[in-house]
């Protein structure tokens, strides 16, 4: 779905919060038919007052095709006065979950 200011937006519904560390997305609209309707639970983890970790199970993909995995998601809040600096902070927080120096270089750059 695109917005009139042209923002696409891949599911949208309702959420709810179960404790400190699961929310429950109530999906209702995503460009993966296959959760339509459907609950998605995911893993929550908040780091200081910038950054969340998403960790959720993917059982089919957009296309119908069997996943089986888990999908981990890092989301930071970035102030337009902070690009610059956020860009510091998302490689530290990288290096501190992530041991391969090669996979941080590819999501910086």
Do not use: C
Request: charged share 30%; aromatic share 10%; proline share 2%.
């Amino acid at each position: 779905m695109t917005t009139a200011e042209g923002a696409m937006i891949t599911v949208d519904g309702t959420y709810r919060l179960v404790g400190d560390s699961l929310y429950i997305e109530e999906i209702d609209h995503s460009f993966n038919r296959t959760q339509i309707g459907k609950d998605n639970p995911l893993n929550l983890k908040l780091s200081g007052h910038k950054f969340m970790y998403l960790r959720w199970f993917q059982a089919v993909d957009e296309f119908g095709k069997n996943q089986n995995q888990w999908v981990e998601e890092i989301w930071q809040r970035v102030e337009l006065e902070d690009m610059e600096v956020s860009r510091i902070d998302l490689e530290q927080e990288l290096r501190a979950l992530v041991r391969d120096p090669e996979v941080v270089k590819k999501v910086i750059n």
